[in-house]
């Protein structure tokens, strides 16, 4: 989203400005919105996608978390 959002507006974010701006509240949205379209999905597996979404072939979800581990 942030590299979409630079490109659009032609601005650069530094990384902290841009992640402290992700609020619980803000993440909860897109989070429901995402468990609403699974449950959706669910109720009829056999469902064909819509037009705008028939050439979609698959789709990555990425968690690009950095975990530091102890030396030992």
Known sequence: MKREYEK?????IIDSSWYYRFTPELVEFPHQCVIHG??????????????????LQDVLIQDSTIVLLHSS
């Open 8 to 12: 659009e507006s032609g601005k650069n």
């Open 38 to 55: 699974i449950e959706e999905l669910a109720k009829d597996p056999g469902r064909k996608p819509g037009k705008k979404l028939e050439n």
